[in-house]
């Protein structure tokens, strides 16, 4: 099946220099060619016409959590079946490959590799790691302890060398291509403010010298300097929210290559933060902690920002979906707007394309889609391209609205097209 997108203009996930009046040619799930120049639509199955818009790689979700709600009571097969839907809409958003930060996503996973079911490719991360009493733990946790994966809430507990060993290496055999660890104090779970920090280095260490042995790299939630200084020297290469930056912290985190996914959870309304204790179902407990962790961590934002600029540290693009937003509604969209205000168009853009690629490398061979390039448009990339109405490249507020992604291809397959 040979299929050309004519008259688009190109960003190819890297160059902030857009080509301009190209042609894709698309043979089964690949970009085989991009050209200029002339060409006879007859030696092609379909010739979609892209009116000199903008066709950019399809776009990245580094944080989401896609097999598990934060209801209360849910179930595994209630989070399977809304995340099942909740996967078919992020192709209405132009997200065709997400990176799952800790959730069971095995069979979701499957199903949208199968075309059963629309969603975007997922790099599983399977159950997150958590030391007890750390961001992972809660009652339920304790009571699934022994059976974690059949009656899973997403979470592994463990404690000491051992048991954090064996916790990673079971992820990797439930399917995970990385291993996600709670390495700090979160804002609304039970016991954990959001200072403490969670896994001994010596236990970090381990889990991360387990992912290498599998060929890839641990990614950790945390929020503190303390937190992500010991989590970058034990080798831990993606550090998510990490929204309490300071200098030294910034220098250590370029040096040692280490991603930075910055999602920007701090934008929703106020009112989001000021009821940030409910959604976990725990409410009274979390009094006891005094003043919430949300506010403490979005007292530094602003600073965060301005050195994540200052050393131009690789960041990511993550929306933590699933689990901050109401309604099941991805607001990607709304994200790349805060992305734009905090890094600029171009740097954003990379955030959810370029960057990406580079992350993937780091799976090597236990990467789940090794057929192809993710996250950028050249020859050689799998078939996932978003066309855009308006520039992206110079103005991220394009992707600020899903009416502006005007079509939709992954894999090879169009999923969108109001071209
Ligand atoms: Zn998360």
């Given at each position: 099946m040979k299929k050309l997108i004519k008259n688009v203009n190109v960003f190819d996930g890297r160059n902030?220099?857009?080509l301009e009046h190209q042609n894709i040619v698309i043979t089964d799930n690949l970009v085989t060619d991009i050209f200029a120049g002339d060409f006879s639509e007859e030696n092609f199955d379909e010739v979609i016409d892209g009116k000199n818009q903008f066709a950019i790689p399809g776009l990245t979700d580094a944080h989401v959590h896609l097999g598990?709600?934060?209801?209360?009571?849910?179930?595994?097969?209630?989070?399977?079946?809304?995340?099942s839907v909740?996967?078919?809409?992020?192709?209405?958003h132009g997200i065709t490959t997400v990176r799952d930060a800790g959730s069971v996503t095995d069979g979701l996973k499957r199903a949208i590799d199968e075309g059963v079911i629309p969603g975007p490719r997922i790099y599983p991360s399977m159950n997150y790691l958590s030391q007890t009493c750390g961001h992972g733990d809660s009652a339920d946790a304790h009571t699934n302890r022994d059976i974690q994966y059949r009656n899973p809430r997403g979470v592994a507990l463990c404690d000491g060398v051992a048991?954090?060993?064996r916790a990673a290496r079971e992820q990797f055999f439930f399917g995970a291509s990385q291993i996600k660890i709670m390495a700090g104090g979160g804002m609304s779970s039970l016991c954990d403010p959001v200072e403490t920090l969670q896994f001994s280095l010596e236990e970090i260490k381990a889990i991360v010298e387990t992912a290498a042995d599998y060929g890839s790299y641990v990614l950790a939630h945390l929020y503190t300097p303390a937190c992500m200084q010991r989590a970058v020297r034990a080798?831990?290469?993606?550090?998510?929210?990490?929204?309490?930056?300071?200098?030294?912290?910034?220098?250590?985190?370029?040096d040692n290559e280490v991603f930075l996914n910055p999602c920007p959870q701090f934008t929703v309304e106020e009112?989001?933060?000021n009821h940030m204790g409910e959604f976990s179902g725990q409410p009274s407990q979390l009094k006891k902690k005094g003043k919430p962790g949300g506010a403490k961590v979005k007292a530094h934002i602003e600073e965060t920002t301005n050195l994540i600029n200052k050393y131009d540290l690789k960041i990511l693009f993550g929306t933590d979906l699933m689990i901050m937003y109401d309604g099941y509604e991805p607001r990607e969209n709304l994200d790349f707007t805060v992305y734009k205000k905090r890094f600029g168009s171009y740097?954003?853009?990379?955030?959810?394309t370029g960057n990406f690629n580079d992350i993937t490398k780091l799976t090597t061979y236990q990467n789940p889609y090794p057929g192809g390039e993710i996250g950028l448009l050249k020859k050689g990339s799998y078939a996932d391209i978003v066309i855009t109405n308006g520039n992206p490249v110079e103005d991220l507020d394009v992707l600020g609205s899903k009416e502006n992604i005007l079509f939709v291809m992954k894999d090879g397959q169009i999923y969108k097209n109001k071209l």
């Open positions: 902030s220099s857009v598990k709600t934060h209801i209360d009571g849910a179930t595994a097969s209630y989070d399977a079946i809304v995340g909740v996967a078919g809409k992020l192709l209405d048991e954090c060993r080798g831990v290469k993606s550090l998510e929210h990490g929204h309490w930056l300071d200098e030294d912290t910034a220098k250590l985190i370029k009112a989001k933060w740097k954003g853009l990379l955030a959810a």
